[in-house]
T-cell receptor, first 113, second 114 residues
Framework: RKEVEQDPGPFNVPEGATVAFNCTYS??????FFWYRQDCRKEPKLLMS???SGNEDGRFTAQLNRASQYISLLIRDSKLSDSATYLC??????????????FGSGTRLSIRP | DTGVSQDPRHKITKRGQNVTFRCDPI?????LYWYRQTLGQGPEFLTY????????KSRLLSDRFSAERPKGSFSTLEIQRTEQGDSAMYLC????????????FGPGTRLLVL
């Protein structure tokens, strides 16, 4: 089992739709969680951190479910500009170990007009 | 622009040649990371520096790979005797290293080994 797993997609949804994807992680002791966005042939950029109580940033909502070991990202009122690959990132051992910052393979999202 | 920069952006080389990439992190960022990314995959950790000290190296980093950060500022990643399997995007990232773990990525160096 991979340490961090994502549905690769692609998710193809119409503009204005709501879309959600999950990311599961294997280590129950994982400490921190993030969503990054990566446009085609560009570098990853932080979209949002994921807090235990869940958090929202405009149209984006991130949630953490420690019991089931997954995080989720919800995008409301999707825009054409949301088309990208969304990378789930899990820090499995906390601040001290960079090698345990694990990236998922990404979920591709395509928004159609 | 005060973000992370990488040079070159693209490199084409023949198998067996040596290549060197440079990364300039955000100034005052203590932590610097190197990742490799291939098509359809997320970034894979290669190595990490806290200031000038190389603290961790992945098993992916064979003897042909070496990284340095001599003055705790910019870093170089060298690949000796390149192989076709080394073809990938090499990403550098930096973070403040003060407990915040947000990583800021550079644009990457795309390597093609013929």
């Amino acid at each position: 089992r991979k340490e961090v797993e994502q549905d690769p997609g692609p998710f193809n949804v119409p503009e204005g739709a709501t879309v959600a994807f999950n990311c599961t992680y294997s280590n129950s002791a994982s400490q921190s969680f993030f969503w990054y966005r990566q446009d085609c042939r560009k570098e990853p950029k932080l979209l949002m951190s994921v807090y235990s109580s869940g958090n929202e940033d405009g149209r984006f909502t991130a949630q953490l479910n420690r019991a089931s070991q997954y995080i989720s990202l919800l995008i409301r009122d999707s825009k054409l500009s949301d088309s990208a690959t969304y990378l789930c990132v899990v820090n499995m051992e906390g601040y001290s170990s960079a090698s345990k910052i694990i990236f998922g393979s990404g979920t591709r999202l395509s928004i159609r007009p | 622009d005060t973000g992370v920069s990488q040079d070159p952006r693209h490199k084409i080389t023949k198998r067996g040649q040596n290549v060197t990439f440079r990364c300039d992190p955000i100034s005052e960022h203590n932590r610097l990371y190197w990742y490799r990314q291939t098509l359809g995959q997320g970034p894979e950790f290669l190595t990490y520096f806290q200031n000038e000290a190389q603290l961790e190296k992945s098993r992916l980093l064979s003897d042909r790979f070496s990284a340095e950060r001599p003055k705790g500022s910019f870093s170089t990643l060298e690949i000796q005797r390149t192989e076709q399997g080394d073809s990938a995007m090499y990403l550098c990232a930096s973070s403040p290293g003060q407990g915040g773990e947000t990583q800021y990525f550079g644009p990457g160096t795309r390597l093609l080994v013929l």
